[in-house]
């Protein structure tokens, strides 16, 4: 069985652009949880989806937002982007419930803001 | 909110030491999960524990639970460098999955 995929898994955008990464669960997952990565904020919980929709959201602003497709591959946005957006991405994906089933994380996308 | 404070934050052990690295939380623990990291890659699932009392072993690892459910601990025996990597624990709240800090441990041959 496939692991989850990031793509892309480096990318290099400039302040006030806009930034699209992709994540394509494990088959047969149906819940997809977005995490961003920092060295001095550590690993914090953006959102989760779930059958296309959001079902939880961390504590992050507007410009950060998501959605889930029927096939449950989904998408992660940053609009304009800012320096601090620079980190390591990672989603997870899990059977129906990441409180329950265990998470499978994918290799991430690393994002630089210059 | 959900906080969990690891300690210590950075660990360096002699190749074949044991060693314990530890999750405290300042909530009540209903599900703690332990995942390696290794740097700027993605996390791999170690353990999950959500019974007070609790202990479960995988190979050199074993983790636990107290009973109180807010605090955790994973101990390695005899390490080896493949051991090396961030160990974080995490837990859910219901709405949220919270990491904790994360234990960097460098394993010297």
């Known amino acids: 069985k496939a692991g989850v995929t990031q793509t892309p898994r480096y990318l290099i955008k400039t302040r006030g652009q806009q930034v699209t990464l992709s994540c394509s669960p494990i088959s047969g997952h149906r819940s997809v949880s977005w995490y961003q990565q920092t060295p001095g904020q550590g690993l914090q919980f953006l959102f989760e989806?779930?059958?296309?929709?959001?079902?939880n959201k961390g504590n992050f602003p507007g410009r950060f937002s998501g959605r889930q497709f029927s096939n449950s591959r989904s998408e992660m946005n940053v609009s304009t982007l800012e320096l601090g957006d620079s980190a390591l991405y990672l989603c997870?994906?899990?059977?129906?419930?990441?409180?329950?089933?265990?998470?499978?994380f994918g290799p991430g996308t690393r994002l630089t803001v210059l | 909110s959900q906080e969990l404070e690891q300690s210590p934050q950075s660990l360096i052990v002699q190749e074949g030491k044991n060693l314990t690295i530890n999750c405290t939380s300042s909530k009540t623990l209903y599900g703690l999960y332990w995942y390696k990291q290794k740097y700027g890659e993605g996390l791999i699932f170690l353990m999950m524990?959500?019974?007070?009392?609790e202990e479960k072993s995988h190979e050199k690892i074993t983790a636990k639970l107290d009973e109180k459910k807010q605090q955790s601990s994973l101990h390695i025996t005899a390490s080896q460098p493949s051991h090396a990597g961030i160990y974080l624990c995490g837990a859910d709240t219901g709405n949220q999955f919270y990491f904790g800090t994360g234990t960097s441990l460098t394993v010297i041959p």
């Open positions: 989806y779930f059958s296309e929709t959001q079902r």
């Open positions: 524990l959500q019974k007070g009392g």
């Open positions: 997870a994906s899990s059977f129906q419930d990441p409180a329950v089933n265990e998470q499978f």
